[in-house]
């Protein structure tokens, strides 16, 4: 299975988007500093995943969150 998370840091308001196949290890990897992008940043909690057959699906679902004009927005209206 795959899924297509967001993390949310409350340290500085920013959201990531992102999509694993090992949902829990991916968000710890994220809290220990371990991806560029959100090292140094975090505490990072998990607002919202959806999980996929495929990793194609999952992708594709990541793909699109990021593809809103303004995926902040987005993310803080997601219907969690």
């Known amino acids: 299975m795959y899924w297509t998370y967001v993390i949310y840091s409350s340290r500085n308001d920013s959201f990531y ?3 694993t196949n090992n949902l829990d290890d ?9 991806n560029k992008y959100t ?6 909690e998990l607002m919202f995943s959806k999980e996929f057959e495929t ?3 999952a992708m ?3 793909k699109r969150l990021k593809g809103f004009k303004n995926p902040t927005y987005l993310i803080k209206n997601l219907d969690l």
């Open 17 to 19: 988007i992102g999509h």
């Open 26 to 34: 991916r968000i710890k990897r994220h809290n220990q500093n371990r």
């Open 39 to 44: 090292s140094g940043k975090g505490p990072w």
């Open 55 to 57: 990793r194609t699906e």
């Open 60 to 62: 594709s679902f990541e």
